[in-house]
T-cell receptor, first 112, second 113 residues
Framework: NAGVTQTPKFQVLKTGQSMTLQCAQD?????MSWYRQDPGMGLRLIHY???????DQGEVPNGYNVSRSTTEDFPLRLLSAAPSQTSVYFC???????????FGQGTRLTVV | GEDVEQSLFLSVREGDSSVINCTYT??????LYWYKQEPGAGLQLLTY?????DMKQDQRLTVLLNKKDKHLSLRIADTQTGDSAIYFC?????????????FGAGTRLAVHP
């Protein structure tokens, strides 16, 4: 059981480049979300999804897009990378609104 | 508003008890969680407490909730070097059709011999 898988683990981008962070879960969870982790700030919610075809914005959505075409996958797209998007990104999934959230291993992104 | 606060650093001697504290602001929280993050890894759920409980014990872990003061604590008995990690407090808040998690900044626990 792989749980929540994020790729890549590390990425360096130049300002203005675009890329997609991948997230996949094999637990048939309806709820998936993306967080970014910055020093001294905990985790902040970027976007979330309550099921295939349904997404919504979290606290810090600007500069990011998401889609949820399948239950398993929830990619996060950076449209035009900026140095302020240098962070560690975590994807999480859970079975329902009140059950445990499982986290991926994280993607460390540096924008230069 | 939604805010979760924790102290950033705690140092304890191996074998002693560790107490990590957290305060939150949203009284509508349904669940409160403690997550552990080891270096280079994702977050792992340690334990959680439902908002109508005062205490929960799970082996070496004791969670205390003071709902009146909006204060949550995690006590680790007989702290070991393997407990060195960052511990995140999080509250679960109903927002639309989703329970979103609001995280604190994390408390870095250092265990020394």
């Amino acid at each position: 059981n792989a749980g929540v898988t994020q790729t890549p683990k590390f990425q360096v981008l130049k300002t203005g480049q675009s890329m997609t962070l991948q997230c996949a879960q094999d637990m048939n969870h309806e709820y998936m979300s993306w967080y970014r982790q910055d020093p001294g700030m905990g985790l902040r919610l970027i976007h979330y999804s309550v099921g295939a075809g349904i997404t919504d914005q979290g606290e810090v959505p600007n500069g990011y897009n998401v889609s949820r075409s399948t239950t398993e996958d929830f990619p996060l797209r950076l449209l035009s990378a900026a140095p302020s998007q240098t962070s560690v990104y975590f994807c999480a999934s859970s079975y329902s609104v009140t059950t445990e959230a499982f986290f991926g291993q994280g993607t460390r992104l540096t924008v230069v | 508003g939604e805010d979760v606060e924790q102290s950033l650093f705690l140092s304890v001697r191996e074998g002693d008890s560790s107490v990590i504290n957290c305060t939150y602001t949203d009284s509508s929280s349904t669940y409160l969680y403690w997550y552990k993050q080891e270096p280079g890894a994702g977050l792992q759920l340690l334990t959680y407490i439902f908002s109508n409980m005062d205490m929960k014990q799970d082996q070496r872990l004791t969670v205390l909730l003071n709902k009146k003061d909006k204060h949550l604590s995690l006590r680790i008995a007989d702290t070991q070097t393997g407990d060195s990690a960052i511990y995140f407090c999080a509250e679960s808040i109903r927002s639309g059709g989703y329970n979103k998690l609001i995280f604190g900044a994390g408390t870095r626990l250092a265990v020394h011999p």
